[in-house]
Each structure stands twice: as C-alpha cells, then as structure tokens.
C-alpha cells in the first residue's frame, strides 16, 4: 500500500498546488486531468496575501512577480453615477500589515507556474485526457477507473475536480445544485485597445442596480480583465462555463456607464458563468477519498476566495498528510480544521454580492454613504479582510 502512489482528480489551482505541495514531500503523487492540456482560458484572479503566501512558499515568488500586477489603489463607484465611494491602497498597506501583497495576475499564467514547478521536479505525473468515470474504496487502497478505460490504483484519491465534482458526488449522491439566478461574465482586452482615459484607471468596481462589473490591470498591465455579474431567470446547458456574445453582454450592462461600454466594445468573445446555488456540502472525506476547492465549498466570486481557499487546502491537507499521515481520523479532522474558515467566507462572499448588487434606492444611499464616510476615516477593506488576509497556510498550527 505505502508504494502506491497519491491520486489527485485535476489540474486546476487546487490540484497543481497540492500536487507540487506534495512533491516537494517527496510523497508519490501522480495528478489526471479530464482535458487534453493545461487550462489556457483568458480571465482574471486576485491573489490576496493568503494566496501569495502560498505562492512565495513554494518557491514561485520571482515567477509570479514577473508576470503579475500588484494594484496599489482599488476603487469603489457607483456604477450608475461614476461617483467615488471609496478609494483604498492595497499594496504597501497588504505588504506591510500582511507580509505578502496582493497580486492580479492572469489565471493561466498562476496555472503555468505551478504546472511548469511540477514537471521540474518530475515531467511524468499529470497526465492529460483521463476524465475520473468510478472509484471504488477498498480496505487497503483505492481502485479508480477513467472514462478512456484506463485503471489505476492509489492509496488516496484527493478530488480537486471543481464544481460539480466526480468525487463529491460519491462522498454525497444526494446533494443537488441549483442556479443562483445570477451569471458572471468574464473576458480579456489588449490594454492598447483601450483609450488612455480607460487605461490609466486603477483596479475598479461598479455597484450597479442587481448588477456590478469589476475591471482590473494583469499581465503587467498589457491585458485588462473584466467581471459583470448580472440576474438571469434561468442558466442553460450542462456546463457552468460557456462562450457568450457582445449583444446579450451590452443587454445586460446597457449604456449607463461609458468607461464599462468602452471595455464591453473592445472584448472580442466573452465567457459566460453560471453561478449555483452555495450549499454546504456536508462530506469532505471518506475512508481513501476527500475533496477539497471548488468540489467541497464552491462560493460566490464577489470576495476573490474562491482560488485562494482552494490553495490553503492544498497546503494544509498536504501538511497533514506528511507530517501525519491520511488515517479517515486525520482527514476527518481536515474538514473540520477548514469548516469554520469555510463556512465565514462563504458567507462574506454572499454578502459582498448583496452590497454591490443593492437595487433598493433607499438602502443604496445608506450603504453608499456609509462607504463614502467610512473610507474617509479607515482603510475599510484592509481592516475588513484582515481575518482573511493574515492566514498563513504553512505557519498555522495544525494539530
Ligand atoms: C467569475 C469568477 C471570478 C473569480 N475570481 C476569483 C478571484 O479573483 N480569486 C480567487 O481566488 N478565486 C476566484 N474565482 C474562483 C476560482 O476560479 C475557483 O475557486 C478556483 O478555480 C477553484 O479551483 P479548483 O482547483 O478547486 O477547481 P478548478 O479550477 O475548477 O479545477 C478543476 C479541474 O478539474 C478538472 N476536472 C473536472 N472534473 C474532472 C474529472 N471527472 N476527471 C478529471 N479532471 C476533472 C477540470 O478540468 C479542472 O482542470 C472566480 C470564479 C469565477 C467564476
């Protein structure tokens, strides 16, 4: 059993991060991936000083520096009006309060630094087009079968397989997703496509009415990145992801708000999200199987978590998992370890979408208001996710 290797269920953040974590454990670890190659859609992620700290652990500090903005200011404005709610300085502040800044790179260039580490240390363990169809777990290993036929055994098998993950569903065949009614959309623009006025705006978020767009600098300012979230009654086809159009994109952010036109009309083929419905999802872990990212606790983006826990997972299970061992005790504990932390920024994220979304015009000029005041006496959003930003995934006790 010991000589059977550590099966990992995607190549996503989670999955590359722990499987790098683990690799540098020397532990025997291999990582399958249901698509032909490595993820190379064009979108956006924040890593906060949680995410970085993990980055700069591994040893990846020069390579995401190299390729990643570190915003020094972000902006809150009302998306209808342009007014300024709040402006606070992100790095310095994070930096110096934190230890690790805050970076918003391209998510395939996170994906390409981890999967490029990986194959450094050993070329021969994630292999490509093997989509999980079964598994079944066995007093001493775990035996798994993949959708092209193929068999395998290993000792554990960890599923970083996202939304709507193969493994989860095993661990709990009754639990059901349902749409949330609100769609994300997300899309890449040469910086030089955009006027000089556009160009020069820092990290922004646009509180609309049911809606909020959020634009940011990445690929050290060559690209622009953009999220819109916007209400729809229903979300069609199987998959959480697809391509959408220019017209529906324009239909849902109309023209209120010329700096958001501006960057609708320069984007080419926008991708769409459909974001479902947030349960708790109640098993982590069996006897060989757990879950972790997406495939344990989806969450509402509107926090920018949904990475970074993913990468804390990785790091605190891959702790575990070499520094104790992967009894059904230990990953017990490893949900309930991740639980707490979980289940607070879930709900942060939630409320993070209520506030940029408020529709009711009276509870719009407190919040807005109360923004405008308070960002002129603190920095609201350092001292608000500070319990989010401090957590250090290598130093924090466990056990
Ligand atoms: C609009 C939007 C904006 C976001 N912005 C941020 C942000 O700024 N910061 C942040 O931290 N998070 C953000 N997130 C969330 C973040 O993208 C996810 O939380 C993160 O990608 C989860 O990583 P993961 O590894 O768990 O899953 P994924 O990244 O989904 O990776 C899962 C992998 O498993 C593979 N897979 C799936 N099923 C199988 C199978 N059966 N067999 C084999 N392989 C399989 C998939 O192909 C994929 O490669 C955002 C999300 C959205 C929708």
Same mark, same amino acid.
């Given at each position: 059993?010991?000589?059977?290797?550590?099966?990992?269920?995607?190549?996503?953040?989670?999955?590359?991060?722990?499987?790098?974590?683990?690799?540098?454990?020397?532990?025997?670890?291999?990582?399958?991936?249901?698509?032909?190659?490595?993820?190379?859609?064009?979108?956006?992620?924040?890593?906060?000083?949680?995410?970085?700290?993990?980055?700069?652990?591994?040893?990846?500090?020069?390579?995401?520096?190299?390729?990643?903005?570190?915003?020094?200011?972000?902006?809150?404005?009302?998306?209808?009006?342009?007014?300024?709610?709040?402006?606070?300085?992100?790095?310095?502040?994070?930096?110096?309060?934190?230890?690790?800044?805050?970076?918003?790179?391209?998510?395939?260039?996170?994906?390409?630094?981890?999967?490029?580490?990986?194959?450094?240390?050993?070329?021969?363990?994630?292999?490509?087009?093997?989509?999980?169809?079964?598994?079944?777990? /066995?007093?001493?290993?775990?035996? !798994? *079968? =993949?959708?092209? %036929?193929?068999?395998?055994?290993?000792?554990? +098998? #960890? $599923?970083?397989?996202?939304?709507?993950?193969?493994?989860?569903?095993?661990?709990?065949?009754?639990?059901?997703?349902?749409?949330?009614?609100?769609?994300?959309?997300?899309?890449?623009?040469?910086?030089?496509?955009?006027?000089?006025?556009?160009?020069?705006?820092?990290?922004?978020?646009?509180?609309?009415?049911?809606?909020?767009?959020?634009?940011?600098?990445?690929?050290?300012?060559?690209?622009?990145?953009?999220?819109?979230?916007?209400?729809?009654?229903?979300?069609?086809?199987?998959?959480?992801?697809?391509?959408?159009?220019?017209?529906?994109?324009?239909?849902?952010?109309?023209?209120?708000?010329?700096?958001?036109?501006?960057?609708?009309?320069?984007?080419?083929?926008?991708? /769409?999200?459909?974001?479902?419905? !947030? *349960? =708790?999802?109640? %098993?982590?872990?069996?006897?060989?199987?757990? +879950? #972790? $990212?997406?495939?344990?606790?989806?969450?509402?983006?509107?926090?920018?978590?949904?990475?970074?826990?993913?990468?804390?997972?990785?790091?605190?299970?891959?702790?575990?998992?070499?520094?104790?061992?992967?009894?059904?005790?230990?990953?017990?504990?490893?949900?309930?370890?991740?639980?707490?932390?979980?289940?607070?920024?879930?709900?942060?994220?939630?409320?993070?979408?209520?506030?940029?979304?408020?529709?009711?015009?009276?509870?719009?000029?407190?919040?807005?208001?109360?923004?405008?005041?308070?960002?002129?006496?603190?920095?609201?959003?350092?001292?608000?996710?500070?319990?989010?930003?401090?957590?250090?995934?290598?130093?924090?006790?466990?056990?």
């Amino acid at each position: 059993m010991k000589n059977k290797p550590i099966i990992i269920i995607g190549a996503g953040i989670s999955g590359l991060t722990l499987g790098l974590a683990l690799l540098k454990k020397n532990i025997n670890v291999q990582i399958f991936e249901k698509e032909k190659e490595i993820e190379q859609r064009g979108a956006g992620i924040n890593i906060s000083p949680n995410g970085s700290s993990i980055l700069y652990n591994l040893g990846l500090e020069e390579k995401i520096n190299s390729l990643a903005c570190k915003p020094k200011n972000i902006e809150l404005r009302n998306f209808n009006n342009g007014l300024l709610l709040a402006r606070q300085n992100l790095n310095n502040s994070c930096e110096k309060k934190f230890k690790y800044p805050f970076f918003q790179a391209q998510r395939k260039d996170v994906i390409n630094i981890l999967f490029d580490e990986i194959n450094k240390i050993n070329s021969e363990i994630i292999f490509f087009g093997y989509e999980l169809k079964e598994f079944e777990e /066995k007093k001493d290993h775990v035996s !798994i *079968k =993949f959708n092209n %036929n193929d068999k395998i055994e290993g000792s554990l +098998i #960890i $599923g970083c397989d996202g939304i709507n993950s193969k493994v989860g569903e095993v661990l709990n065949p009754t639990a059901t997703s349902k749409f949330s009614n609100i769609i994300a959309w997300r899309g890449v623009i040469k910086m030089e496509d955009l006027s000089e006025k556009v160009r020069s705006l820092p990290p922004t978020i646009w509180m609309g009415n049911e809606k909020h767009f959020v634009h940011y600098p990445i690929r050290k300012n060559n690209l622009l990145n953009f999220i819109g979230t916007a209400r729809k009654d229903v979300w069609l086809g199987q998959s959480w992801h697809q391509f959408g159009n220019k017209e529906d994109l324009k239909k849902d952010f109309g023209n209120v708000n010329s700096t958001v036109e501006e960057i609708i009309e320069n984007i080419d083929k926008p991708n /769409k999200w459909g974001l479902f419905d !947030i *349960k =708790f999802i109640k %098993n982590w872990v069996s006897r060989r199987a757990v +879950i #972790i $990212g997406d495939a344990a606790h989806p969450m509402s983006p509107s926090y920018g978590q949904g990475g970074n826990s993913a990468m804390e997972d990785a790091i605190i299970l891959s702790r575990l998992i070499s520094e104790h061992n992967y009894s059904k005790n230990n990953l017990l504990y490893f949900q309930k370890f991740r639980e707490k932390r979980i289940k607070k920024l879930q709900k942060s994220s939630l409320r993070n979408l209520k506030i940029f979304h408020i529709k009711n015009p009276i509870l719009k000029f407190i919040i807005h208001s109360g923004l405008y005041i308070l960002n002129k006496i603190i920095p609201l959003i350092l001292i608000q996710s500070s319990w989010i930003y401090k957590f250090n995934a290598f130093k924090v006790g466990i056990k």
